[in-house]
């Protein structure tokens, strides 16, 4: 029986997606063989790969000058490629520190190009966001670079930044969650494992004017305007997760696009802010205003009930609650493919809980 997975990632898939792969699992389309054993280069698999990519496009509404690219390595290896193709221009390059994952990919690229940490709520362990508009872009920088949804603590800065620079977003626990304006941007990489698909697969969002200023003598693997040449068939893609997120994009179109689940995904999570202010027993220590309406971090009153609040939930059917390492405490992730009912079963647990030990 399945159960209400909160996981950050490899997150949770909707069932009508996982039902519609298994029905093709064996045989792809009348075509002798699954997806998984067809090459790349086969007309079947090339109907499958530009399809995926043309409903990404329509869903996000990608302006007709950017191009969308299909990648292996996780947001982690972007952490790297970004300074690579485009610290080189100035030798520097802007960053905002607003959590974990933002700290490493400045650490990445520290190593690449000299980074300006223009904005950092480290000091205040990242309990908010810096408002952009405190951001004092540097004059020499190549780029800016945030994270606008920090996975670990559950901070966001929700509206797109306006700077006179390059920006470059880390959008992989928020992108699909809501509708995006991608013009404002430069660059936009997403890991899968949260709102596309399965992991393995990383999505870039790339504009053509900002791809062809890219250091031209870095390694062919590492070069956006490369990727975007071969069509992210550089070498062999990692074709059954592409699949895949082609099987979720046609589920985002099939609920109504990115309008629906804006609307879903801020009443899941107010629902849920809002019984975690109402109680005295659990606590959540983000400023209101970058609150992340993808995963919600909360703390018991008392941390010696961690380990019982976890395991009775594991036994009420609610998985993965589990708070990061670094930070402690609860997380409960609830991206698109987790529906209302998950969120009320959540709560409807944690005023159980709260009542037998509160
Ligand atoms: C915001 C953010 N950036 C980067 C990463 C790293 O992604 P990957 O494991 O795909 O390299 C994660 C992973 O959860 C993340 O949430």
Redesign the pocket.
């Known amino acids: 029986m399945r159960k209400w997975n909160f996981c950050?990632?490899p997150a949770v898939i909707s069932e009508e997606v996982l039902e519609e792969v298994r029905s093709e699992l064996l045989e792809y389309n009348n075509s002798g063989t699954s997806i998984m054993e067809v090459s790349h280069r086969s007309r079947l698999y090339s109907s499958v790969a530009s399809e995926a990519k043309q409903d990404l496009i329509d869903i996000l509404n990608i302006p007709k000058n950017y191009d969308v690219l299909f990648l292996q390595g996780?947001?982690?290896?972007q952490f790297s490629m970004v300074p690579y193709n485009f610290g080189n221009s100035s030798g520097e390059a802007d960053y905002i520190l607003s959590g974990s994952?933002s700290k490493k990919a400045i650490s990445e690229a520290s190593k690449i190009v000299k980074v300006n940490t223009i904005a950092s709520s480290e000091a205040k362990n990242y309990s908010y966001a810096p408002d952009p508009k405190t951001w004092k872009i540097s004059e020499n920088s190549s780029y800016v670079h945030y994270?606008p949804?920090?996975?670990i603590q559950g901070v966001a800065i929700h509206e797109a930044p306006n700077v006179n620079k390059p920006i470059i977003s880390?959008a992989?626990?928020v992108i699909l969650s809501e509708p995006l304006d991608v013009s404002k941007f430069s660059l936009i990489y997403a890991?899968a494992?949260k709102n596309i698909g399965p992991?393995g697969l990383?999505i870039v969002i790339i504009d053509r004017d900002f791809m062809e200023l890219g250091n031209q003598k870095i390694p062919n693997i590492l070069k956006y305007s490369e990727h975007s040449i071969a069509e992210s068939m550089l070498n062999t893609p990692p074709t059954f997760a592409w699949y895949m997120a082609g099987k979720v994009f046609k589920w985002i179109k099939r609920k109504g696009g990115l309008e629906f689940f804006k609307q879903q995904n801020y009443s899941k999570s107010s629902k849920l802010y809002e019984y975690i202010d109402s109680s005295d027993f659990y606590s959540n220590n983000i400023d209101i205003e970058n609150r992340s309406i993808m995963n919600v971090t909360f703390f018991l009153e008392n941390d010696e009930l961690d380990s019982p609040f976890l395991l009775h939930a594991e036994e009420n059917g609610l998985l993965n609650l589990k708070g990061h390492r670094s930070v402690g405490g609860m997380r409960a992730s609830i991206y698109n493919a987790m529906p209302f009912e998950g969120v009320e079963e959540l709560i409807k647990y944690m005023k159980y809980f709260e009542s037998k030990y509160g």
């Open positions: 950050a990632g996780g947001a982690t290896h994952w994270c949804n920090e996975t880390d992989s626990s890991g494992q992991a990383t």
